[in-house]
């Protein structure tokens, strides 16, 4: 078998990667993709999302790769940002945006790749992750997520 569920809450790697099929299913002495794509948006500074994933990335071996994904309000119009948290408003979980300086935060210590080639190595709006030409890329559409893949080193 080479997938497993497990019911934990991602803000606490150590029941994740202490859990019998987590530790059955990856060796964390080989590189691995730790994948936090529309998550961690869901998560406040509170329940210490940036600690959580330090604390993934530490228990991978060297070459493993975090990609990440993160909803913000940078560069979004006041009013697209009132419909947004009026989505939420009757949930049981509120939306936590971030800028790009705290997204950043999660890359710290991790060697990001550059988003398409010809880039500088960071973080980006969605929209230009792989692209071919930056420029058209850069739309309203693909502003509303920051996202980043770095490597272990």
Not at 105 to 113: G, K, P, Q, R, S
């Amino acid at each position: 078998m080479n997938t497993e569920y497990i019911h934990a809450d991602a803000c606490k790697p150590d029941d994740v990667l202490g859990h019998q099929k987590t530790r059955d299913l990856i060796d964390f002495g080989q590189p691995v993709a730790v994948l936090s794509t529309a998550v961690l948006h869901f998560v406040s500074d509170q329940r210490d999302p940036l600690g959580a994933v330090a604390t993934y990335m530490e228990t991978c071996a060297p070459d493993s790769y975090l990609a990440l994904s993160h909803v913000t309000a940078d560069k979004q119009p006041p009013a697209a940002l009132r419909g947004l948290f009026g989505v939420y408003k009757n949930t049981n979980e509120s939306i936590y945006l971030r800028s790009r300086d705290q997204v950043e935060m999660y890359f710290a210590d991790l060697e990001i790749v550059p988003p398409y080639e010809g880039a500088e190595p960071k973080v980006t709006f969605l929209g230009l992750w792989g692209c071919e030409d930056p420029v058209e890329a850069d739309d309203d559409s693909g502003r509303w997520l920051y996202c980043g893949v770095a490597r272990r080193p």
